[in-house]
């Protein structure tokens, strides 16, 4: 029996492993060649939101009047998940939270409490995964939207990413 498109998407999205690699993707462009970055977790959770999903990261960059505005494939701006990004869109997902949990049990992330932030950094396994990973085109376009999340996006204020995230998502719940 072939599988629905619908059962299709949901056990791509139920494959942690690629949700694993993003955010190992994510943080080794974020901490850069120190290794290590002080992040909140709500912070890191909507840097990989961004991440996930192209067509708010093109909607945040747009509003932020960057040059440098990622083209995004007909698959990416008309799919079912973008359609649906506003009732997925939560900074404090449990999944999230769980992704930073399986990358620390597979010792591939360390952490330490820095008051009420985080201070995150891959291990050398991680960062050898990625250097990997970075040679193949299929994380091509990943790496650079990560490194447009880092250029653009990383250095805005709580409360600017707060109003950057809300009329991201916001404006693509309205024109969808």
Request: proline share 1%; charged share 25%; hydrophobic share 45%.
């Amino acid at each position: 029996m072939t599988k629905s498109l619908i059962e299709y998407v949901i056990s791509v999205d139920d494959q942690e492993d690629l949700h694993l690699v993003r955010l190992m993707i994510l943080m080794h462009i974020l901490t850069g060649k120190n290794q290590t970055t002080v992040l909140e977790v709500s912070t890191l959770s909507k840097l990989d939101f961004l991440l996930r999903y192209p067509a708010a990261l093109e909607r945040a960059l747009t509003h932020l009047s960057s040059t440098k505005v990622i083209q995004l494939s007909e698959a990416e701006k008309d799919n079912i998940e973008t359609k649906m990004l506003y009732f997925r869109y939560s900074p404090w997902s449990s999944t999230f939270r769980r992704l930073l949990v399986l990358l620390e049990a597979r010792c591939l992330i360390k952490w330490k409490l820095i008051g009420k932030k985080v201070e995150f950094s891959l291990t050398d396994d991680a960062a050898s995964v990625v250097l990997k990973l970075s040679k193949e085109k299929v994380f091509v376009e990943m790496i650079q939207q990560s490194k447009l999340i880092k250029a653009h996006i990383l250095k805005l204020s709580t409360a600017k990413l707060n109003e950057l995230m809300d009329r991201a998502v916001s404006e693509i719940a309205i024109n969808f």
